[in-house]
């Protein structure tokens, strides 16, 4: 197997942090042109095995702490870090990976996770950063904003309401997550939706030394619904049948066709582990062994873990039981829990020389 590839002269791992860097197109379509010559790079679509790398949500609202929901993790620097090893990750493997795709968070001003959606008994809209359980919304403690029926219920906010209760209840059913309430992330139009600087750049010179897609799965822009899972909305179905959203099947028969696919991103408390699980409840209907061509980059992801302003060095909630926990749970069940730095070619299963 051949030696890992060298990091290209452009990459700057001090851009990992930096909000406003922005990689030159242009100028990446000439090096990536001189780097395939240099390196002998064949096109991805040349044949061969089909190596998927799958980016969750590596967004600057992500990614950078001027982000509105930086993934700091408990160090409080994890997602800055991630992004780094994430980039040099493409970088040293040009040539074994096929394709790249990357999931972005997608939302609009009032969805059912944020505060706008809702008001308390004051009218008053909540603050983000707490849990919205189905008692207090059948209490009447915290209802949708009236307001917000004409466009999202044809006017009915009784149906509305129903169906906020409803939305609860089904999330505590399921038993993976509470409704909670995060602060306006991710807005379509705003900086804070587009790729991170250095994994924009990463992806691009991929694409145009490979000569290969660079393709984009939006999600999260249902305004029912949460959508952490690139794979799946939270809750399909409203409370009087009717049909909320979609799986997104189409990139589940793409991912399982991989002959190897390779997760990493943003959060592993959130959106990778809704990711995972959805993605490994499909193998268990398909096919269990599928599992040990997954692999998950366990040194590219970090939890949320939201900072206690009134108690400097704590935590407000923090999430990173719930991705341990998960992590362990991927492992048993045969998912190939690695590291970025650690050699492609000493991995276990398909990507391994072994």
Same mark, same amino acid.
């Given at each position: 197997m051949a030696a890992e590839l060298p990091i290209p002269e452009h990459y700057d791992a001090r851009r990992a942090g930096a909000w406003n860097y922005r990689p030159?197109? !242009? =100028? $990446?379509?000439?090096? !990536? =042109?001189?780097?395939?010559?240099?390196? @002998?790079?064949?096109?991805? @679509?040349?044949? &061969?095995?089909r190596v998927l790398l799958l980016l969750v949500d590596l967004q600057r609202d992500f990614c950078l702490p001027e982000g509105t929901l930086f993934v700091g993790g408990r160090g409080g620097r @994890? #997602?800055?870090e991630d992004s780094d090893r994430i980039a040099r990750f493409i970088y040293r493997h040009l040539d074994r990976l096929s394709e790249v795709v990357c999931t972005l968070d997608t939302h609009f001003p009032h969805q059912i996770f944020f505060p706008s959606f809702w008001i308390d008994a004051e009218g008053q809209n909540p603050r983000p950063h707490r849990e919205v359980s189905a008692a207090e919304v059948a209490? =009447?403690?915290?209802?949708p904003d009236p307001a917000l029926a004409s466009w999202l219920a044809g006017g009915d906010y009784g149906w509305l309401a129903r169906q906020a209760e409803h939305y609860c209840r089904e999330l505590e059913r399921a038993g993976r997550y509470r409704l909670y309430l995060w602060p306006p992330h991710c807005l379509l139009g705003g900086d804070g939706h587009s790729l991170v600087g250095v994994i924009q750049e990463a992806r691009l010179f991929f694409a145009f030394a490979r000569q290969a897609p660079a393709n984009i799965e939006i999600k999260g822009g249902h305004p029912l619904t949460e959508n952490y899972s690139v794979l799946s909305p939270e809750v399909l179905m409203a409370h009087d049948g009717r049909r909320l959203a979609e799986r997104n099947q189409r990139l589940i028969d793409q991912l399982l066709a991989a002959d190897a696919l390779i997760v990493a991103g943003q959060a592993a408390s959130h959106c990778v582990k809704s990711t995972m699980e959805d993605l490994l409840a499909e193998v268990a209907a398909r096919d269990a &062994? $599928? #599992? @040990?061509?997954?692999?998950?980059l366990a040194d590219c992801t970090s939890a949320v873990a939201v900072p206690d302003p009134s108690a400097p060095g704590a935590f407000a909630f923090d999430f990173t039981p719930q991705a341990e926990a998960a992590? !362990?749970?991927?492992a048993a069940a045969g998912v190939n829990i690695v590291r970025s730095t650690e050699p492609m070619a000493g991995w276990p299963g398909p990507l391994g020389e072994a």
């Amino acid at each position: 197997m051949a030696a890992e590839l060298p990091i290209p002269e452009h990459y700057d791992a001090r851009r990992a942090g930096a909000w406003n860097y922005r990689p030159d197109a !242009a =100028g $990446l379509l000439a090096a !990536a =042109g001189a780097w395939r010559e240099r390196l @002998g790079l064949r096109p991805a @679509g040349a044949g &061969g095995r089909r190596v998927l790398l799958l980016l969750v949500d590596l967004q600057r609202d992500f990614c950078l702490p001027e982000g509105t929901l930086f993934v700091g993790g408990r160090g409080g620097r @994890g #997602a800055v870090e991630d992004s780094d090893r994430i980039a040099r990750f493409i970088y040293r493997h040009l040539d074994r990976l096929s394709e790249v795709v990357c999931t972005l968070d997608t939302h609009f001003p009032h969805q059912i996770f944020f505060p706008s959606f809702w008001i308390d008994a004051e009218g008053q809209n909540p603050r983000p950063h707490r849990e919205v359980s189905a008692a207090e919304v059948a209490s =009447g403690a915290l209802r949708p904003d009236p307001a917000l029926a004409s466009w999202l219920a044809g006017g009915d906010y009784g149906w509305l309401a129903r169906q906020a209760e409803h939305y609860c209840r089904e999330l505590e059913r399921a038993g993976r997550y509470r409704l909670y309430l995060w602060p306006p992330h991710c807005l379509l139009g705003g900086d804070g939706h587009s790729l991170v600087g250095v994994i924009q750049e990463a992806r691009l010179f991929f694409a145009f030394a490979r000569q290969a897609p660079a393709n984009i799965e939006i999600k999260g822009g249902h305004p029912l619904t949460e959508n952490y899972s690139v794979l799946s909305p939270e809750v399909l179905m409203a409370h009087d049948g009717r049909r909320l959203a979609e799986r997104n099947q189409r990139l589940i028969d793409q991912l399982l066709a991989a002959d190897a696919l390779i997760v990493a991103g943003q959060a592993a408390s959130h959106c990778v582990k809704s990711t995972m699980e959805d993605l490994l409840a499909e193998v268990a209907a398909r096919d269990a &062994g $599928l #599992a @040990g061509r997954i692999y998950l980059l366990a040194d590219c992801t970090s939890a949320v873990a939201v900072p206690d302003p009134s108690a400097p060095g704590a935590f407000a909630f923090d999430f990173t039981p719930q991705a341990e926990a998960a992590l !362990a749970r991927f492992a048993a069940a045969g998912v190939n829990i690695v590291r970025s730095t650690e050699p492609m070619a000493g991995w276990p299963g398909p990507l391994g020389e072994a």
